[in-house]
């Protein structure tokens, strides 16, 4: 995947393929593999690939994005029925759904059919378009990464592309969420994670296997929504906290600043478009787009705003329509009120606040830095709060973000315990992505730790050594959770070859009083390596369903169980 190339709509990707004939779709992996490597150049609203010194393909996005097929033309003899337009749309990002995209109007969402009060029942579109996506992730699931080409991408997004149109915003979304996790997986993005494409591919599976039983709330909340509808919210005093910032997987780059009122709500005032690293870096000296204020994303996070006229979605953005008017404000620091109070909340009910659907899942800690921990993904920052010991994570990986610059030095900063802004991720052991600190050194500020880059003469002069990983005492429940993400990577077939732990892993878990992980796994293993044999003794293929149910058990278990043992970690 090249973040290069502007966005392509799922439908547009699905078409080009499906144009293709049997033997264009073969080579179609390969096609990818070559365009990979190719200059390219934009001119306006076209990106050019050249394909050899003669012939080129463009990708034409007027709005930002490929929204046509039309829009992707090449200069070859075989156009339009050629491998190079199928290729260039399948190495582009899939373009956001409308619920992902920015809020451009602060009047509210006008209601899908699919979202009327009276509509209790999934309709039969969408009972259709449910299968059509389980059949498809199911298809992702058994062929791993590695199996899963651009062809089984393409039934993807077309399943998604159908899932939308029936009303079914929130299995679409979280399709084109797979698609982009595969293609960062196959290309070697270092911002890939395997964690990422297995909570995308078990939300798609779990929402597309309940909806046909849902009824009621439970129904809508599986439908989701095609935008954001904004609700009046009168006239707002706002005080910044953080900015931090946006760099997805598919594309999309930019800042958002934390802001809060007098009674601890959360707001959220985004900046997010097509782009890469460098808007990320520079969308924090961009102005606010919320009224005809000229406050910057970096100064308000120090600031405040008046808001007259505000219009705010479920999950505390501020549209930004014509009506809205703000004006700056002063700001305070973190221990004055209004903001020391967010502080004071306990932590039991930050994390579970942190851990409800929806949540942006901030905590608000005083920490002391006690050094940094080395593991597998990298070194992190050790840090204790109120007797705990947490380890504090960069956000991005990205070197054009001082993420993890920032997190090395403020391992100097030892015995001074300071405030920060983080966001909870749950594991079995305490542990949270760190967002802003105050600066050790300056009283009353705070530095954005993904876009204020902290020198060595901010910080005292020694820094500590990084230090193995402490053992943790931990269950057990690893053993499935890593069959799980082995089966996401490698297919079925990473559960059928010898020493896959078909045996011991089950009895290991049984033996430390976790049964029900025993069973799943089990199962696991047995659904993906059991044939039964035809009339004439052939074997006959696997059983996809009984294969894929079992890994959405074992994958919904885990995540359950993750959540109980965070709880814990934090609380213990």
Same mark, same amino acid.
């Given at each position: 995947m090249s973040t290069q190339l502007p966005p392509v709509a799922p439908e547009v990707t699905a078409a080009l393929v499906e144009a293709l004939s049997p033997r264009l779709r073969k080579r179609l992996d390969a096609g990818i593999a070559k365009l990979a490597g190719r200059p390219v150049d934009r001119e306006g609203d076209t990106v050019r690939i050249a394909v050899d010194d003669t012939t080129y393909v463009e990708l034409h996005a007027p709005d930002g994005a490929v929204t046509t097929p039309d829009a992707v033309r090449c200069g070859c003899l075989l156009a339009p029925d050629c491998l190079h337009r199928a290729a260039a749309?399948?190495?582009?990002?899939?373009?956001?759904?409308?619920?992902?995209?920015?809020?451009?109007?602060?009047?509210?969402?006008?209601?899908?059919?699919?979202?009327?009060?009276?509509?209790?029942?999934?309709?039969?579109?969408?009972l259709a378009a449910a299968r059509a996506v389980w059949s498809a992730a199911a298809a992702v699931l058994d062929a791993g990464v590695d199996g899963c080409g651009a062809v089984l991408q393409a039934e993807l997004l077309r399943a998604a592309h159908t899932a939308r149109l029936a009303g079914l915003h929130r299995v679409a979304a979280a399709s084109s969420s797979v698609v982009t996790a595969l293609r960062a997986a196959r290309s070697a993005d270092p911002a890939y994670r395997l964690a990422d494409l297995v909570a995308a591919l078990g939300d798609v599976l779990a929402v597309s296997h309940r909806l046909p039983s849902a009824e009621g709330p439970e129904l809508a909340a599986l439908r989701g929504t095609a935008r954001q509808p904004y609700r009046p919210d009168g006239s707002l005093r706002l005080y910044g906290l953080c900015t931090e910032p946006v760099l997805t997987a598919n594309g999309?780059?930019?800042?958002?600043?934390?802001?809060?009122?007098?009674?601890?709500?959360?707001?959220?005032v985004p900046d997010v478009a097509p782009g890469g690293a460098s808007r990320a870096v520079g969308a924090a000296d961009r102005a606010v787009r919320l009224g005809d204020t000229a406050l910057t994303h970096r100064e308000l996070s120090r600031a405040g705003l008046a808001v007259s006229g505000a219009t705010v979605s479920p999950t505390g953005r501020l549209g930004a329509g014509a009506k809205v008017r703000a004006v700056r404000a002063p700001g305070v620091d973190w221990?004055? +009120?209004?903001?020391?109070?967010?502080? #004071?909340?306990? &932590?039991?009910?930050?994390? %579970?606040?942190?851990? *409800? $659907?929806?949540?942006?899942?901030?905590?608000?800690?005083?920490v002391t830095f006690t050094g940094t921990v080395r593991e597998s993904a990298g070194d992190c920052l050790l840090?204790?709060?109120?007797?705990?010991?947490?380890?504090?994570?960069?956000?991005? +990986?990205?070197?054009?973000?001082?993420? #993890?610059?920032? &997190?090395?030095?403020?391992? %100097?900063?030892?015995? *001074? $315990?300071?405030?920060?802004?983080?966001?909870?991720?749950p594991a079995a052991h305490p542990r949270a992505t760190l967002l802003a600190t105050e600066h050790p050194t300056i009283a009353g500020t705070h530095v954005d730790v993904g876009l204020d880059r902290l020198?060595?003469?901010?910080?005292?002069?020694?820094?500590?050594?990084?230090?193995?990983?402490?053992? %943790?005492?931990e269950p057990p429940v690893h053993l499935l959770v890593r069959r799980v993400h082995q089966t996401a990577a490698g297919g079925r077939r990473a559960l059928t070859h010898p020493g896959s732990g078909a045996v011991t892993d089950p009895r290991h878990l049984a033996t430390h009083g976790l049964p029900t992980a025993a069973a799943l796994l089990t199962e696991l293993h047995s659904s993906a390596t059991t044939r039964s044999r035809d009339a004439f003794?052939?074997?006959?293929?696997?059983?996809?369903?009984?294969?894929?149910?079992?890994?959405?058990k074992a994958r919904e278990y885990t995540v359950a169980l993750e959540r109980a043992l965070c709880v814990a970690g934090w609380t213990a």
């Open positions: 749309a399948s190495s582009a990002p899939v373009a956001e759904l409308p619920v992902a995209a920015e809020p451009l109007t602060d009047a509210p969402a006008q209601p899908q059919d699919s979202e009327a009060p009276d509509a209790e029942q999934p309709t039969p579109d969408q999309y780059a930019g800042a958002v600043t934390w802001t809060t009122d007098a009674h601890g709500r959360l707001y959220q221990r004055a +009120d209004p903001l020391d109070r967010l502080w #004071r909340v306990p &932590l039991v009910d930050q994390l %579970a606040r942190a851990l *409800t $659907p929806d949540s942006p899942g901030l905590l608000f800690l005083e840090a204790t709060s109120d007797g705990i010991t947490l380890r504090l994570t960069s956000a991005h +990986d990205d070197p054009a973000l001082p993420h #993890r610059d920032n &997190l090395r030095l403020l391992a %100097a900063a030892t015995d *001074t $315990p300071l405030r920060v802004i983080a966001r909870l991720t020198q060595k003469a901010d910080l005292p002069s020694h820094t500590p050594a990084p230090r193995p990983a402490p053992p %943790a005492d003794g052939r074997l006959l293929p696997t059983d996809p369903t009984r294969f894929t149910e079992a890994w959405l």
